[in-house]
């Protein structure tokens, strides 16, 4: 009896033992893999310069598009590509938790004294996400879907950090910037690139701000051209559209929608939904391009359409409502340019921004019926056989492929026939 004891005693020390050492390795290695997802987050926000291109790239495809050097199926299939570059979105609640994370404190102060006595400096632990990227990642994710105001704000509060390296400042005052020429405030815009070009002239962000002010000179110059000109409001529109100028356009778009016909509605709605996502009203803009879709399914605008409302659905991050109708309406459309937009999506990176309180946009219930019933599979229609007799004593079986003023076709076992509506004499169907 007291042997059956100690062998009991010793198994459950063991097994204490053992579970204790896992946790204590467990604890370890997930001390470690934080370390390193803090160093990795500070060398992400500090070398943006993929996010550099995407900025530049918004220039250039639309000043190709303005040029009429690319075409809106290349400049959509681009635009994605550059998007899928910059950073996802994730909300907080998909972040997972470490197991022991309560007990990592103590461990980490055992660690700390070891690397002390090394010599090495002590390793910080973070459960939550840090604090100090929540700004910026904020501004990143309003920059992303065209709230430019609020970006501004956001970038504003992250420079008050006194701990960022001069490469994230500069980085910062570069977005900053960029989110100042498309709010319109190009003042301000030039103001924050000079800064960069003239203190931060050793750091990347000062040869995108060059370029990006080159940009702003440019299309300045156009949008004076455009305005200035003669072309029909429509045109003129499309053009200021395509040069940022998305509040003067949508000015012009909105007298010009009082004026013209039926046959240019649709081309006016996807300009008027462009302006409005521009000047940061997703909703609006939602709205805008599901009529285009449901109204004109066969335009080339509505295509067009359907692919920005993947955009946005994408740039709201997570699985949303704007995503899967954009998809449901595909099975319509089967559209390749949109069809592999899709695909590009599902081999993105998962992980990148952090928000909290994510863009929450809705499809009207209208809108939303009108989309289903668009998109309903209806029933193949039922085959009609006739019996077709003519004036000369023929006599003609088959399915019915077309009917017109001048003749009947059938497919019959040797073939095609027409049979010219003067000669028929009677019509037999059998269904």
Same mark, same amino acid.
């Given at each position: ?41 500070? @060398? ?41 570059? *910059? ?9 997972? *938790? ?30 939550? /996400?840090?604090?100090? @990227? ?7 994710? @309003?920059?992303? !879907? ?33 989110? #100042? ?10 103001? !924050? ?21 080159? #940009? ?8 004076? $051209? ?6 029909? /409001? ?7 559209? !395509? ?60 295509? =067009?359409? !359907?692919?920005?409302? =993947? ?21 319509? =459309? ?27 946009? *809705? ?12 998109? $309903?599979?209806?029933?193949? /229609?039922?085959?009609? =056989? ?9 006599? @003609? ?15 019959? *076992? ?18």
């Amino acid at each position: 009896m007291k042997n059956k004891f100690f062998i009991i005693l010793f198994l459950t020390a063991s097994l204490v033992i053992v579970a204790y050492l896992y946790m204590i390795n467990q604890m370890v290695i997930s001390i470690r893999l934080n370390e390193l997802k803090i160093y990795l987050q500070e @060398f992400d926000k500090s070398e943006g310069s993929v996010d550099h291109i995407a900025l530049i790239a918004t220039y250039e495809i639309n000043k190709k598009i303005y040029e009429e050097r690319i075409s809106q199926d290349k400049a959509d299939e681009i635009e994605q590509k550059i998007n899928s570059l *910059s950073l996802t979105v994730n909300s907080d609640e998909e972040m997972t *938790s470490d197991k022991f994370h309560i007990f990592f404190y103590p461990a980490l102060g055992l660690i700390n004294i070891n690397r002390l006595i090394l010599g090495k400096s002590p390793i910080k632990y973070q459960h939550a /996400p840090g604090d100090q @990227f929540k700004d910026l990642d904020a501004a990143y994710y @309003f920059e992303k !879907n065209f709230l430019f105001k609020q970006a501004i704000v956001q970038y504003n509060k992250a420079l008050l950090n006194a701990d960022l390296s001069s490469t994230l400042k500069a980085s910062i005052l570069l977005r900053q910037g960029y989110c #100042y020429a498309l709010d319109g405030d190009d003042e301000k815009a030039m103001n !924050n690139y000079n800064k960069i070009i003239k203190d931060y002239s050793y750091e990347s962000s000062a040869i995108t701000a060059s370029i990006l002010a080159q #940009y702003l000179e440019g299309f300045n110059l156009a949008r004076n $051209m455009v305005l200035n000109g003669k072309s029909d /409001p429509v045109l003129k529109s499309q053009k200021l559209v !395509n040069l940022l100028a998305y509040e003067q356009a949508l000015k012009i778009i909105n007298a010009a929608e009082q004026k013209s016909g039926s046959k240019d509605l649709s081309r006016i709605l996807y300009y008027k939904a462009r302006c409005y996502s521009g000047l940061g009203q997703p909703e609006k803009a939602v709205e805008n391009y599901l009529k285009v879709i449901t109204s004109t399914p066969d335009s080339p605008y509505a295509k =067009f359409s !359907n692919r920005k409302l =993947f955009m946005i659905g994408t740039s709201i991050g997570g699985d949303n409502a704007i995503l899967e109708t954009s998809k449901l309406i595909n099975t319509r =459309f089967e559209d390749p340019v949109l069809s592999r937009m899709i695909e590009d999506r599902k081999d993105s990176a998962v992980s990148g921004l952090r928000i909290q309180n994510g863009i929450k946009i *809705s499809v009207p219930d209208a809108l939303k019926m009108k989309v289903g019933k668009m998109t $309903m599979k209806s029933e193949p /229609p039922e085959d009609i =056989f006739l019996v077709i007799l003519t004036s000369d004593g023929n006599t @003609f079986k088959g399915k019915l492929i077309e009917k017109n003023a001048e003749y009947i076709s059938l497919e019959t *076992s040797i073939g095609r026939i027409d049979v010219k509506r003067d000669k028929i004499s009677k019509v037999i169907e059998n269904r």
